[in-house]
């Protein structure tokens, strides 16, 4: 036990011993050590971020009980150009409860947006607007008793069986109600009013706790799902229409164990066919499972915030790249200063140092060093991340305590350690004593010399796919920006009425804001030409053969289609008395009818297998055919489009305002006029205005997204790359350091070393660019197959890439150079 207890003791004097030196190495040469151990820190910081950023998404609805089970009902039109929709037709959840087997739940909801009013006896109510910018809807929906039976809350007052089971009745979460009363005790809030848009009267039948941990199902209201077919919303949300898809309502199953979800999406499929007779070969529903809700790129949601995984997975090698160049470039600082050192091998070796005791040593200074990274790292993770709000929460000393982040952090420690420390340790050690003190290194050439330089090829092959992917995506960008969508956004405003008002009163709107000076034109819809979500519905048109077409929709007044300047192709705009039983359709539809000249598709007639669309009977004639323009973000291929006119459901207004050359001053004058008129028609509803370009640029916030991060990833590894560079022209100068006096005293002059040195060292940065051309030319390439419309390679891409790399390159090594070639020879030869 004494013996044990005195290796312990031997082990740890030496190990602090270890320590001690390592220390005095640090410190004894400042500069270059605070160089290594920065490039560790942003390697490192990069790492930490990156899996925060990870840690954050990947936990979306990880929590929910049986959540193997849940799956969300999607739909997949067409057999060769497939168009996907995450919703299904609106009965769909009824019906399967009564018809099929082996589901345990099932259930929709319906997102809404709603101006919110709370009667306060004796008081003035209070009122409370609508989301603004609401694209992610997620604070209202219409939802049955059997969500609670999908989703679990925990209930602080009602009862979850009979909570929602009749109309007018809500549910609200904890924090909701607080906010709409002001009160914490529940039970008395039972039986409260809360009042939407001024016409759906509610009671509060029950309070539940928000879901803890990350969601996309983060609802406040749940209003009964009865209520829609209990009055006339039943008309405008058309729940019991088998012809209607809207992505603003989603249905979730969970199924009975050992439920086949090959043999329920068969049996769903043929459900809805049953109905309408759609053909099942061009129409099915998929079971979508609740793991990729948050990261599905095919079947988007109106709540939540969905996440690219791809995207994710990319950081991570991302992260992984930046490790390993800063590594990389610890290595070639680490060899630069070697020589420094040899004769500090030699004695210690003479001594009786063995070389895996020197080898420790090396290693002990690294990880004193990573571990000085590390704490840097964290001190700069928060502004970091704060720079990317988009991407993470706020983080909070529990995420930075937590035990897998902990573990994290020890494994980054000792692989930084091992990746960094490892290589210098064992060239270092294999120093032979007597070459040692003659201060030959036995480094330069060969194998060690041929290593770093390949070293610098590889740092800078990644810098160069970095600079050519970010001109890559900025191109892109640029592009979908400018690209002619097929109708004109610049100085349109949009805003939407409640939707329950009447007809006259959203007309006399139009009318009275058409008469103010700086409106050019006025135009009721239901939605814009392009938005993230559309609803769809199945069409048939029956010439020679049967067609089956899956179309978007549009309801429109009879201005719409000039407002935006939509090319009308054959046939004719709507007149003023147009209903719906004349539509126009886009050159898309028409080819896919079997009409490549649009004016044999005048005339035609489109039908459904469903009993109406709105509330009018199908089927109805195209009266004119209008030139395609973009529904949806470049990714996607236009679809086939029905325009149509349905008064009562047209509750947007798009303004074309006047330019007078776009001046700013004119755009605000008109908002006030806009502002005043609205207040005087609609003076409970809240004045909530987007100019139209910003909602299109918005489409593309995710490749928005994906060019920071791309171009802070270029920022960083060409910063390190240089960094590295700069270590290979200080080893290369140091190693023909006499070469170099002798020169200068034979007559070279300062430029003619320079052009030696730099020669040598831009050699490794050619070599990256023959090397990472093609690779980021074909990463590229794949990248921009995920866009319907895109940018074409370009040779010049290549070409700039090149140039910056190399200038990048020529000032880091000219910056060595210079001071090289500058210095006495004197102090280079006086050895000799």
């Given at each position: 036990?004494?013996?044990?207890?005195?290796?312990?003791?031997?082990?740890?004097?030496?190990?602090?011993?270890?320590?001690?030196?390592?220390?005095?190495?640090?410190?004894?040469?400042?500069?270059?050590?605070?160089?290594?151990?920065?490039?560790?820190?942003?390697?490192?910081?990069?790492?930490?971020?990156?899996?925060?950023?990870?840690?954050?998404?990947?936990?979306?609805?990880?929590?929910?009980?049986?959540?193997?089970?849940?799956?969300?009902?999607?739909?997949?039109?067409?057999?060769?150009?497939?168009?996907?929709?995450?919703?299904?037709?609106?009965?769909?959840?009824?019906?399967?409860?009564?018809?099929?087997?082996?589901?345990?739940?099932?259930?929709?909801?319906?997102?809404?947006?709603?101006?919110v009013t709370i009667p306060v006896p004796a008081s003035?109510?209070?009122?409370?607007?609508?989301?603004?910018d609401a694209e992610n809807n997620n604070e209202l929906v219409f939802a049955g008793p059997e969500y609670f039976k999908l989703f679990h809350y925990q209930w602080l007052v009602g009862n979850p069986v009979s909570a929602l089971t009749q109309p007018y009745q809500v549910v609200l979460s904890r924090k909701q109600a607080f906010k709409y009363f002001g009160s914490s005790d529940w039970e008395n809030l039972i039986g409260k009013?809360?009042?939407?848009?001024?016409?759906?009267?509610?009671?509060?039948?029950?309070?539940?706790?928000?879901?803890?941990?990350?969601?996309?199902?983060?609802?406040?209201?749940?209003?009964?799902?009865?209520?829609?077919?209990?009055?006339?919303?039943?008309g405008v949300m058309q729940s019991f229409n088998w012809t209607f898809w809207d992505s603003r309502v989603q249905t979730f199953v969970k199924l009975e164990r050992g439920k086949s979800t090959d043999l329920l999406e068969k049996e769903l499929t043929s459900l809805v066919g049953r109905h309408f007779n759609w053909d099942p070969g061009s129409y099915k529903i998929y079971l979508q499972p609740l793991s990729d809700l948050h990261y599905s790129q095919i079947y988007r949601m109106d709540y939540g915030k969905q996440a690219n995984l791809s995207t994710l997975y990319g950081l991570l090698g991302i992260a992984g790249i930046i490790l390993i160049i800063a590594a990389i470039n610890f290595v070639n600082l680490s060899l630069a200063q070697s020589l420094q050192r040899v004769k500090e091998i030699g004695i210690r070796k003479i001594l009786g140092s063995s070389r895996a005791g020197l080898v420790f040593q090396f290693l002990t200074e690294t990880f004193l060093m990573s571990l000085l990274a590390l704490i840097v790292s964290l001190l700069m993770i928060k502004p970091l991340l704060a720079a990317f709000p988009s991407f993470v929460p706020k983080l909070s000393l529990t995420d930075m305590l937590d035990a897998k982040t902990i573990l994290f952090i020890i494994s980054l420690l000792a692989i930084t350690t091992i990746l960094s420390g490892l290589y210098p340790g064992l060239v270092l050690s294999s120093f032979q004593p007597n070459n040692a003190l003659k201060s030959k290194t036995g480094v330069k050439g060969g194998f060690s010399d041929r290593f770093r330089k390949g070293l610098i090829v590889f740092q800078f092959t990644i810098s160069l796919i970095f600079i050519i992917a970010s001109i890559f995506i900025g191109n892109q960008i640029h592009f979908m920006l400018r690209k002619d969508l097929g109708f004109k956004q610049d100085a349109i405003v949009t805003f939407d009425t409640n939707g329950w008002d009447p007809v006259s009163k959203k007309?006399?709107?139009?009318?009275?804001?058409?008469?103010?000076?700086?409106v050019e034109r006025v135009s009721l819809d239901d939605l814009p030409p392009a938005v993230h979500g559309s609803p769809t519905m199945p069409c048939i048109y029956q010439g020679p053969t049967t067609?089956?077409?899956?179309?978007?929709?549009?309801?429109?007044?009879?201005?719409?289609?000039?407002?935006?300047?939509?090319?009308?192709?054959?046939?004719?705009?709507?007149?003023?008395?147009?209903?719906?039983?004349?539509?126009?359709?886009?050159?898309?539809?028409?080819?896919?009818?079997?009409?490549?000249?649009?004016?044999?598709?005048?005339?035609?007639?489109?039908?459904?297998?469903?009993?109406?669309?709105?509330?009018?009977?199908?089927?109805?004639?195209?009266?004119?055919?209008?030139?395609?323009?973009?529904?949806?973000?470049?990714?996607?291929?236009?679809?086939?489009?029905?325009?149509?006119?349905?008064?009562?459901?047209?509750?947007?207004?798009?303004?074309?305002?006047?330019?007078?050359?776009?001046?700013?001053?004119?755009?605000?004058?008109?908002?006030?006029?806009?502002?005043?008129?609205?207040k005087e028609i609609f003076p409970s509803q809240p004045f909530i205005y987007h100019f139209y370009d910003d909602a299109i640029a918005d489409f593309y916030s995710k490749e928005q997204k994906t060019s920071q991060l791309v171009y802070l990833a270029m920022a960083i590894g060409v910063f390190i790359s240089c960094i590295g560079l700069f270590a290979l022209a200080a080893l290369t100068a140091e190693n023909r350091r006499k070469e170099i006096g002798i020169r200068k005293v034979l007559g070279a002059n300062v430029s003619t070393i320079v052009t030696m040195l730099s020669k040598d060292l831009?050699?490794?940065?050619?070599?990256?660019?023959?090397?990472?051309?093609?690779?980021?030319?074909?990463?590229?390439?794949?990248?921009?197959?995920?866009?319907?419309?895109?940018?074409?390679?370009?040779?010049?891409?290549?070409v700039l890439a090149a140039a910056a790399a190399l200038f990048i390159a020529m000032i880091t090594v000219s910056s060595r150079a210079i001071k090289v070639a500058l210095a006495n020879p004197v102090e280079s030869l006086r050895s000799e």
């Open positions: 036990m004494v013996h044990a207890s005195y290796i312990n003791q031997n082990d740890l004097a030496m190990l602090y011993k270890y320590f001690k030196i390592a220390w005095k190495n640090i410190l004894k040469s400042k500069g270059l050590s605070v160089i290594n151990i920065f490039g560790l820190a942003i390697g490192i910081g990069a790492s930490l971020a990156i899996w925060f950023i990870l840690q954050h998404e990947l936990s979306y609805d990880t929590f929910h009980p049986d959540r193997n089970r849940i799956y969300r009902l999607v739909s997949d039109f067409g057999t060769g150009d497939h168009r996907y929709s995450s919703a299904v037709p609106m009965p769909t959840a009824t019906q399967a409860k009564r018809e099929l087997t082996g589901i345990e739940t099932i259930t929709c909801f319906h997102n809404y947006n709603a101006t003035e109510s209070k009122h409370f607007p609508k989301v603004p009013q809360v009042i939407y848009d001024d016409t759906v009267k509610t009671t509060v039948a029950g309070i539940v706790k928000e879901l803890e941990g990350n969601t996309d199902f983060t609802f406040t209201d749940f209003i009964s799902y009865s209520t829609i077919d209990a009055g006339y919303l039943r007309k006399l709107f139009a009318e009275r804001i058409r008469n103010l000076p700086g067609i089956n077409i899956g179309v978007n929709l549009r309801q429109v007044d009879e201005h719409f289609i000039p407002l935006y300047q939509i090319k009308m192709l054959a046939g004719r705009n709507f007149f003023a008395g147009d209903t719906a039983h004349a539509v126009i359709i886009n050159e898309t539809c028409a080819k896919m009818m079997g009409f490549q000249n649009p004016e044999k598709a005048v005339g035609k007639v489109l039908s459904t297998r469903g009993p109406d669309l709105g509330r009018h009977q199908y089927p109805v004639p195209v009266i004119g055919v209008v030139a395609d323009f973009n529904l949806q973000p470049l990714n996607r291929k236009i679809s086939p489009l029905v325009i149509y006119s349905i008064p009562e459901n047209e509750n947007s207004y798009s303004i074309k305002l006047k330019t007078f050359g776009k001046d700013v001053g004119h755009f605000t004058d008109a908002m006030d006029n806009i502002e005043k008129v609205w831009m050699k490794p940065v050619l070599i990256a660019i023959l090397i990472a051309s093609p690779i980021a030319g074909y990463l590229m390439n794949k990248w921009l197959q995920d866009y319907a419309y895109r940018i074409h390679t370009s040779w010049w891409i290549f």
